[in-house]
């Protein structure tokens, strides 16, 4: 498959929700999934908790709503969602989906690791799922996570091309493992570029060998990742990727305010959709198959075949991608579509090696 077609595919994701994402590295559900989900007992209840983003971050936590809420519709149930404000809310949160007999808990980001393992301890006749994180083993807890660094990679290439200045920049929000990995990516691809044209793009924002750089110390748009991209742009980068859900509203504002010809890399969903205030910044977003793998648990979960095997999102399967140039398709090289096509064929048969110290 070329990477139009995964890309095309992925930007479905974010808008239709009508592709069903691969299960672990293995196949797609089976018919009789579907089958049994259609008759899943009237008492199935799907839950979901946020991270501190909240549910209407234009990113990450959005896409899990999205996928919870058209599996629901699909079932015929009500779903039951509650939104974190703060870290000090996930325990409390989950204890009171277990207290609302939910069958299946979703939690979104890394962040709810500890919370979840707790409550899953505590209640192991109740369906666990996390997204982001796989550091929790038990029969109960399903990890849905990405092999973000692949994605990330192709986008860090596609920076480097078309930067002007020669310097391009990344900032997170917090440093943690769901974060750093798109950041690894994204200035590995860079490198690969300047060593593939004998070019010296430079990446700024973070270090991959020291795993040290830029972030704002949360996931809130504010005057931190304003300050945080202004930073970026004082040092001439012309393309930005920050890394955190809504923070890169404020990377955006930055941009505007900057009055100069600067891009923007969105992450896990096609920001150019999901913002369409920002839509003409977007050079192409980092994307993860977050709500098609929400849809494919709870339907699995409902039909009685919910199992801990872990979700690993990759180029191969799917899971992970870039999405489409938009308003961008004229400016950049016309021969950038045929090297991403070859890149994502070399790390899918293995012969360009992308990794990070927090690849799944």
């Known amino acids: 498959m070329s990477i139009n077609m995964r890309r095309a595919s992925l930007a479905g994701f974010a ?13 797609a559900p089976s018919d009789t999934a579907s089958t049994g989900t259609a008759a899943a007992a009237s008492d199935f209840v799907p839950c979901m908790v946020s991270d501190s983003g909240g549910f209407d971050d234009k ?5 899990g709503f999205e996928g919870i809420t058209e599996a629901a519709d699909k079932l015929g ?36 690791a500890d919370a979840t393992k707790a409550a899953a ?13 796989s550091s929790i083993e038990a029969d109960n807890v399903k990890p849905i996570v990405f092999d973000t660094a692949q994605a990330a990679f192709l986008a860090g290439y596609s920076a480097a091309s078309y930067s002007k200045s020669g310097t391009v920049g990344t900032f997170g929000g ?5 974060v750093t990995i798109f950041m690894d990516g994204f200035v590995d691809g860079v490198n690969y570029y300047n060593t593939q044209k004998g070019t010296s793009v430079k990446a700024i924002g973070w270090d991959v060998a020291g795993q040290t750089g830029v972030f704002t110390g949360g996931f809130a748009a504010g005057v931190e990742a304003k300050t945080a991209a202004q930073g970026l742009i004082d040092q001439g980068a012309d393309v930005i990727l920050p890394v955190g859900g809504p923070i890169f509203l404020s990377a955006g504002e930055a941009i505007k305010d900057s009055g100069k010809d600067i891009a923007l890399i969105g992450v896990d969903s096609d920001n150019y959709l999901t913002a369409p205030d920002l839509s ?3 050079l192409t977003s980092v994307l993860k198959g977050v709500k098609a793998g929400v849809v494919d648990v709870v339907d699995t979960a409902a039909a009685g075949n919910f199992d801990a095997t872990p979700f690993v ?24 579509q045929g090297e991403l096509d070859k890149i994502t064929e070399g790390i899918i048969d293995g012969s360009i090696t992308v990794e990070s110290p927090s690849t799944p």
């Open 121 to 133: 301890t505590a209640n192991p006749d109740v369906d666990f799922s996390i997204i982001d994180d």
């Open 280 to 282: 003409s910044l977007f």
């Open 174 to 178: 917090m440093q943690i493992p769901s």
């Open 313 to 336: 999102g990759t180029l191969e399967n799917d899971g992970v991608g870039i999405a489409p140039f938009h308003d961008f398709e004229s400016k950049v090289s016309p021969d950038l």
């Open 15 to 27: 808008t239709l929700g009508v592709a069903a994402l691969l299960a672990g590295c293995a196949s």
């Open 77 to 112: 149930v009500e779903p039951v969602t509650v939104e974190s404000a703060a870290e000090t809310d996930f325990e409390p949160n989950i204890d009171n989906l277990v207290s609302q007999n939910c069958s299946l808990i979703i939690s979104v980001g890394f962040l709810l």
């Open 59 to 63: 990113s990450f936590n959005q896409a």
